[in-house]
């Protein structure tokens, strides 16, 4: 049994953990997914890498299709789908906090609100939805020569949506929004900084040349895909970090570390 406070019969923080009661911790958990998330993106360019070298050594059959799987940039693809994973798991973790704090209204839908973003950001990365805006700042006329033309949209789309969610905010558990708060610059910093020295990479304004170019281009972004995944880990540690897990002989007891 799940208790979340909403019980009439036991309330939320009414009785803490037993002799026999065991909190859970999601450290192991988030060292699994951060190795995990390190792992295949290493794979994935460094095989883009050796595969396209200039002189590649041997090739064993369906390590192209492992470094297209592996790779930090595509669709339907491994690492699409882990990044998937984890705003799908950081959207439930924020669900779950607001179920905690159901009687609560101030909270409730504070907290829904994050996990309702932590999902549309799920969905944007399963369909590359932001990378599609390029196509309005066609129909815009707009465009941009030294980056990729999406970000004339995405950006203020960003900025907007990043108030928003800094005043929703600003009425949560203070240690919770510090770390939110890194995580979120930690994600932007990928997400948009090394979003524009890929364009500029990939459109040649920043030339290196011949092999090296191509070594350029996919190392950034390797570190852009990184950050964002390194992002949204340090926000999933921040929402379970937040959470107090105790599994007792009743069931588990859900409450917040205040």
């Keep these: 049994m799940i208790n979340t406070g909403l019980s009439p019969e036991v309330p939320l923080g009414a009785r803490h953990a037993g002799e026999h009661d065991s909190v859970v911790s999601f450290r192991t958990l988030i060292i699994v997914l951060a190795a995990a998330g390190a792992a295949l993106g290493i794979i994935g360019a460094g095989l883009t890498l050796y595969l396209k070298s200039p002189n590649p050594g041997p090739s064993l059959p369906g390590l192209d299709m492992v470094r297209h799987l592996t790779h930090p940039s595509g669709e339907a693809t491994l690492y699409s789908w882990f990044s998937v994973l984890l705003?799908?798991?950081?959207?439930?973790?924020?669900?779950?906090?607001?179920?905690?704090?159901?009687?609560?209204?101030?909270?409730?839908?504070?907290?829904?609100?994050?996990?309702?973003?932590?999902?549309?950001?799920?969905?944007?990365?399963?369909?590359?939805?932001?990378?599609?805006?390029?196509?309005?700042?066609?129909?815009?006329?707009?465009?941009?020569?030294?980056?990729?033309?999406?970000?004339?949209?995405?950006?203020?789309?960003?900025?907007?949506?990043?108030?928003?969610?800094?005043?929703?905010?600003?009425?949560?558990?203070?240690?919770?929004?510090?770390?939110?708060l890194i995580a979120g610059i930690v994600f932007l910093a990928g997400a948009v900084g090394m979003e524009v020295v890929g364009g500029l990479l990939e459109k040649g304004i920043i030339d290196f040349g011949g092999f090296t170019q191509f070594v350029m281009l996919h190392l950034s972004i390797l570190i852009e895909e990184s950050l964002e995944v390194a992002g949204v880990i340090v926000a999933l540690w921040a929402t379970l970090s937040y959470l107090r897990v105790v599994k007792t002989t009743e069931g588990l007891l859900l409450s917040t570390n205040e």
């Design 87 to 180: 705003l799908t798991m950081m959207a439930l973790g924020f669900a779950v906090i607001a179920l905690v704090h159901w009687r609560t209204r101030a909270l409730r839908w504070r907290y829904f609100v994050l996990a309702a973003t932590a999902g549309l950001l799920s969905a944007d990365e399963a369909a590359l939805l932001h990378e599609k805006m390029s196509g309005l700042t066609s129909v815009l006329g707009l465009g941009l020569s030294w980056a990729f033309s999406w970000l004339i949209t995405a950006v203020p789309l960003a900025v907007i949506a990043g108030l928003f969610l800094l005043w929703v905010a600003k009425a949560i558990n203070p240690l919770l929004r510090k770390r939110l």
